[in-house]
């Protein structure tokens, strides 16, 4: 079955540190996975795609990484600030599955003043 | 600028009623998702449609039934509603396959 899995389930740091959020996927065969933030009582939010020919994809503070071979991506947060806080969902689209995602249970996070 | 509308955006069934969620995408998109979030836990995928006239089940089909007759519109119709229902429902859309899927903000559904 394919499962993706993210840790961890919550993270509290202080404003302007650097970190790293984690998804681990257990089928090798994606297209592509997605990072995506979700604030309180509202949709989806896509951030970053990565394909499954890359290796990272950068957006202002946001950079995600991809390696295939390890079954591992992470969404790392540049200088973090209090608008940052929210829910961030990881969710592959494996090979051949009209990009149907397969979602983590994503990690809430809060940065604090 | 709509994107992707979803209609109600709150509801609440008795057991056994039926409902129909719209959702509405006004970017000609070909794909189309329906998901269903219950608390703490990821999206899970009820139905989704590669185009008009195109529809297939996903991980948790039970107790739910799509139609697409438009590229716009994708309505999510629950006929006999019961408590394992209550959820938080999303719509989504993408115009090919590797491009970011799109939103709406959900529909909060409670039966009981």
């Known amino acids: 079955k394919q499962e993706v899995t993210q840790i961890p389930a919550a993270l509290s740091v202080p404003e302007g540190e650097n970190l790293v959020l984690n998804c681990s996927f257990t089928d090798s065969a994606i297209y592509n996975l997605q990072w995506f933030r979700q604030d309180p009582g509202k949709g989806l939010t896509s951030l970053l795609l990565?394909?499954?020919?890359?290796r990272e994809q950068t957006s202002g503070r946001l950079n995600a990484s991809l390696d295939k071979s390890s079954g591992r991506s992470t969404l790392y947060i540049a200088a973090s600030q209090p608008g940052d806080s929210a829910t961030y969902l990881c969710?592959?689209?494996?090979?051949?599955?009209?990009?149907?995602?397969?979602f983590g249970t994503g990690t809430r996070l809060q940065v604090t003043l | 600028n709509a994107g992707v509308t979803q209609t109600p955006k709150f509801r609440i069934l008795k057991i056994g009623q039926s409902m129909t969620l719209q959702c509405a995408q006004d970017m000609n998109h070909n794909y189309m998702y329906w998901y269903r979030q219950d608390p703490g836990m990821g999206l899970k995928l009820i139905y989704y449609?590669?185009?008009?006239?195109?529809?297939d089940k996903g991980e948790v089909p039970n107790g739910y039934n799509v139609s697409r007759s438009t590229t716009e519109d994708f309505p999510l119709r629950l006929e006999l509603a019961a408590p394992s229902q209550t959820s938080v429902y999303f719509c989504?859309?993408?115009?090919?396959?590797?491009?970011?899927?799109?939103f709406g903000d959900g529909t909060r559904l409670s039966i009981l």
């Open positions: 449609s590669v185009g008009a006239g195109i529809t």
């Open positions: 990565i394909q499954s020919s890359q």
């Open positions: 989504a859309s993408v115009e090919r396959s590797n491009q970011p899927q799109h």
């Open positions: 969710a592959v689209a494996y090979t051949g599955t009209a990009s149907k995602l397969t």
